[in-house]
């Protein structure tokens, strides 16, 4: 059973409009979430991360929005830009040392 | 301050074969994870190694192995290749343990025909 879910498997936004990028998970034991971009061919890169005891969390064009009760999370990028086409995965960890678990992906396609 | 290296970069193996992947982690960092990555499972966990030790397993076949040496170098070994396991195997390291502060490698690429 997945414990973290990315619904949609690609996404397509305007250059200069804001993407939104969705993870809901199951597991109420997960405590720290993360967002990772990763292009083809290489490793996933880290982007931004929020603890649970957070609500929000920005870094420059990138800002995550965690809402425990209802299990879910969201990176939003303000302005979108052609290089931020890549695949997001959102991950979740129990304590920080315990193993990531990853969604599947969403493919953000930025059109210019 | 070179970066996490996972050699080969690509390899092609025939169903039955063996493989081994290598992990050179952060100089200074303890620990490293392996990742599965495919296209309809997304990246899942295999193992963890923390100073040599096992520290956390994956759902695997036992034909997945890992081990992890005093430099801190690990790698990783699948026995009795099947198709399904072609994907990219990723490699993460950090200096503490903690999976949140990993870096991870460019991955090889296993093709398995």
């Known amino acids: 059973d997945q414990q973290v879910k990315q619904n949609s498997p690609s996404l397509s936004v305007q250059e200069g409009r804001i993407s939104i990028l969705n993870c809901d998970y199951t597991?109420?034991?997960?405590?720290?979430f993360l967002w990772y971009k990763k292009y083809p061919a290489e490793g996933p890169t880290f982007l931004i991360s929020?603890?649970?005891?957070?609500d929000k969390n920005e870094d420059g064009r990138f800002t995550v929005f965690l809402n425990k009760s209802a299990k879910h999370l969201s990176l939003h990028i303000v302005p979108s830009q052609p290089g931020d086409s890549a695949v997001y995965f959102c991950a979740a960890s129990e304590t920080g040392n315990t193993p990531l678990v990853f969604g599947k992906g969403t493919r953000l396609s930025v059109i210019a | 301050k070179a970066g996490v290296t996972q050699t080969p970069r690509y390899l092609i193996k025939t169903r039955g074969q063996q493989v081994t992947l290598s992990c050179s982690p952060i100089s200074g960092h303890r620990s490293v994870s392996w990742y599965q990555q495919t296209p309809g499972q997304g990246l899942q966990f295999l193992f963890e190694?923390?100073?040599?030790?096992?520290?956390n397993k994956g759902n695997f076949p036992g034909r997945f192995s890992g081990r992890q040496f005093s430099n801190s170098r690990s790698e990783m070994n699948v026995s009795t290749l099947e198709l399904g396991d072609s994907a990219l195997y990723l490699c993460a390291s950090s200096y503490s343990g903690r999976n949140t502060e990993a870096f991870f490698g460019q991955g090889t690429r296993l093709t398995v025909v």
């Open positions: 929020i603890s649970s005891i957070k």
């Open positions: 190694y923390f100073s040599e030790t096992q520290r």
């Open positions: 597991n109420s034991m997960f405590d720290y």
